[in-house]
């Protein structure tokens, strides 16, 4: 079955380390996103992408990059990783058409 | 800017009982998704509303879409506890490119 996959599930990390989150899809789907979710603010979209090479931000992109070099990743990378960055971030892809995500497990990090 | 609202933010009901949560969005739309998300889990599609006077269901819980009114409403039958979760309504942004943009969610908690 086709799905969307995480990694890692959990991490803790340290203030001004860098950090990357694997978003890899089998859907086949050109369009993916990544979204943070924290108490208060729900789901607020960091940058997606609507296929290889291309990227956007979303309303939350300062301090993360992703690049899409195949359909199938879209890897979120945190530069100089800061306190306000503890989160669960969730991968997202979606097809043409109709525009319903689908989500990844998600990634809980912990920055101290 | 688009603003999706949902209301209530909590919600604790007697099992059997019926509510409805509501959704309302602040720009032109013709489509609303609904989400559904256990405790530490990720996001389910439930339904996709893809134009005035959409009527989804699937089991006790009944989804419609009022394009008009800017408004969607999620109705629960007979409440059962297996229903308790967060439940998230989301618009696309049509001057964004129609990116999801999620309202804050609704805690419903189903009590035996």
């Known amino acids: 079955d086709a799905e969307i996959t995480q990694s890692p599930r959990h991490k803790i990390t340290e203030t001004g380390r860098q950090v990357t989150l694997a978003c890899h899809q089998t859907?086949?789907?050109?369009?993916m996103f990544w979204y943070r979710q924290d108490l208060g603010h729900g789901l607020r979209l960091i940058h997606y992408s609507y296929g290889v090479h291309d990227t956007n931000k979303g309303e939350v992109s300062d301090g993360y990059s992703v690049s899409r070099s195949n359909t199938e990743d879209l890897p979120l990378t945190l530069e100089s990783a800061a306190s306000s960055q503890t989160s669960v971030y969730f991968c997202?892809?979606?097809?043409?058409?109709?525009?319903?995500?689908?989500f990844g497990e998600g990634s809980r990090l912990t920055v101290l | 800017e688009l603003k999706v609202e949902q209301n209530p933010l909590f919600l604790s009901m007697q099992e059997g009982k019926n509510y409805t949560i509501y959704c309302n969005y602040s720009?032109?739309?013709?489509?609303l998704y609904w989400y559904r998300q256990d405790p530490g889990k990720s996001l389910e599609s439930l339904f996709v509303l893809l134009s005035n006077g959409a009527v989804k269901q699937e089991g006790r819980l009944m989804a419609s879409l009022d394009t008009k009114a800017r408004l969607s409403t999620l109705h629960i039958t007979a409440a059962v506890h297996d229903l308790s979760a967060t439940y998230f309504c989301a618009a696309p942004w049509r001057e964004y490119g129609n990116k999801l943009v999620f309202g804050a969610g609704t805690i419903l908690r189903v009590k035996s």
């Open positions: 997202a892809s979606s097809e043409d058409g109709t525009g319903e995500l689908f």
């Open positions: 720009t032109t739309s013709d489509r």
């Open positions: 859907w086949n789907h050109n369009n």
